[in-house]
């Protein structure tokens, strides 16, 4: 087994690499997602060591001396971070020549062969599902007898290997807590409306939902939703509760939790055994019924992705939604006492001045706890993406989603709206729906009955209106 060094790398302050199906960024407040993609096959490679750099405060000069310890260096990249992420692995490679290194990720997934040309640092790509890809290396397999791998053989030539067959048996893959208590400091993890310290992991892959913009089922995780059974899901978190008992939520990052409606309840039934408090991803179309059953055993938040309030731009990125029920589903959480978390996205196809409008009334009606606002963003691998190219609303030769300082641009732009007013519109959005009186009020409410969540929204305060200044800034 060589001796391999999984590592999220050092990037832009506070960048948030290892975020899920939304976008890689800087966010409005400092937040960052355990980096569960790379924990996986770390579980998988006995000895392995795995560094997450940007949430623990780590810098590349911390990090190169590190080189000369290993024979194999894994990075997880992206298309924000991917000339940062080169520069990284350009450097290590300088103090240890013999190191080999792979990169991971969907940017790398679909575009291996344009990664690997990108420089002579890195030795092999693994594509799509990559967690036996990157075992079966790290075991010393030759290159060529690994399904999944693009690589470099030694007279430098690129050689992409047959595509390897999708993972059924989910119960395959050893715990990621294994690894996060091995390897991480969990009180590094902050997401806004999450409670802190929290635990997040997957219990399945894939999303059956087609959503034009949705980074990983397009690239990585597919259209199926592959899911690990009850008892293993349960088994985890058992062991979670033992290595971490300051955790105070766990949640579950799977791309929609609820779709598969009867496991969604079989695993709230023995959550609510266990005695934990958990959230998760969820369709605004999820039953009353099932809601109340999630609700009764331990769920406290959903994240949703409403992404619009008018209708057709929800035809136009296939997001398989009904405005009047969403409408419902919020109403419902509200009765039940389920908090929501809503995001939303601006500049998405068919965006006008008017539907901005709309969407900012649609969520000031529907009033989720919090929201996320975010530029539509159209990643190399998506129906958004090539959409977006074949239009010409996208300039690939300026296609970047992130500036210089990690804050996310406005990439796209249309006819009748323009990359400055899609941008402006995400300031405009989340000042009228949090400067109301009611928020306003909610905010104020929930800071004095706990003295711990007044330090929390205090901090975020400040780190909200830096982000606003950062934007005018860039803008």
């Not at 990075?75 to 991971?104: I, Q």
């Not at 390897?164 to 969990?186: C, G, K, S, W």
């Not at 990052?253 to 496991?263: C, N």
């Not at 409008?357 to 969520?363: N, V």
Request: hydrophobic share 40%; with cysteine.
């Amino acid at each position: 087994m060589m001796k391999t060094l999984f590592l999220q790398p050092p990037s832009f302050e506070g960048f948030d690499g290892g975020a899920g199906s939304r976008y890689q960024a800087r966010r409005e407040i400092r937040s960052f997602w355990y980096p569960t993609w790379l924990a996986q096959p770390a579980a998988l490679v006995e000895g392995s060591r795995l560094i997450d750099a940007p949430p623990a405060r780590i810098t590349l000069a911390q990090v190169l001396p590190l080189a000369r310890s290993y024979d194999l260096m894994v990075l997880h990249t992206s298309a924000p971070s991917f000339a940062n992420d080169v520069r990284v692995a350009e450097a290590m490679k300088e103090v240890n020549p013999a190191l080999k290194v792979g990169f991971v990720g969907a940017k790398v997934a679909v575009e291996p062969d344009q990664s690997l040309k990108a420089s002579a640092a890195i030795d092999f790509v693994g594509r799509n599902e990559f967690d036996f890809t990157i075992k079966e290396y790290a075991e010393g397999r030759a290159p060529e007898r690994i399904d999944g791998l693009s690589w470099r053989n030694e007279a430098g030539a690129i050689t992409h290997n047959p595509e390897r067959a999708i993972l059924e048996d989910m119960d395959q893959l050893p715990f990621v807590t294994e690894v996060y208590n091995r390897d991480l400091h969990i009180e590094d993890y902050f997401i806004g409306y999450l409670k802190h310290p929290y635990v997040s992991l997957y219990t399945g892959r894939g999303c059956k939902s087609r959503c034009t913009f949705c980074l990983w089922p397009q690239t990585v995780g597919g259209h199926r939703y592959r899911v690990r059974s009850v008892d293993h899901v349960i088994e985890e978190i058992r062991l979670a509760k033992h290595y971490f008992p300051q955790v105070k939520e766990f949640f579950f990052d799977d791309d929609t939790f609820t779709d598969a409606g009867p496991r969604a309840e079989a695993i709230a039934r023995e959550l609510g055994k266990l005695g934990v408090t958990w959230s998760c991803n969820a369709k605004a179309n999820v039953p009353r019924e099932t809601l109340k059953v999630l609700r009764d055993n331990g769920l406290r938040l959903l994240l949703v992705g409403y992404e619009s309030g008018n209708q057709q731009i929800l035809y136009n990125i296939k997001k398989g939604m009904r405005i009047d029920v969403a409408r419902r589903f919020t109403r419902d959480c509200h009765e039940l006492g389920i908090t929501i978390h809503g995001t939303f996205i601006l500049g998405l196809p068919g965006e006008t001045k008017e539907t901005i409008e709309e969407t900012i009334r649609f969520a000031t009606e529907i009033n989720p706890h919090t929201i996320q606002v975010s530029l539509a963003a159209p990643y190399p691998g998506t129906f958004l993406y090539r959409q977006a190219v074949e239009n010409g609303w996208l300039d690939i030769e300026h296609a970047e989603l992130v500036d210089d300082h990690g804050i996310q641009i406005a990439p796209l732009h249309y006819p009748h709206l323009s990359h400055s007013e899609i941008f402006d519109s995400v300031e405009v959005f989340y000042k009228r729906f949090y400067f109301r009186a009611g928020k306003i009020a909610s905010i104020v409410g929930e800071m004095v009955r706990s003295p711990e969540m007044m330090v929390r929204r205090l901090r975020e305060g400040v780190e909200f209106f830096q982000f606003l200044r950062e934007r005018e800034i860039a803008h």
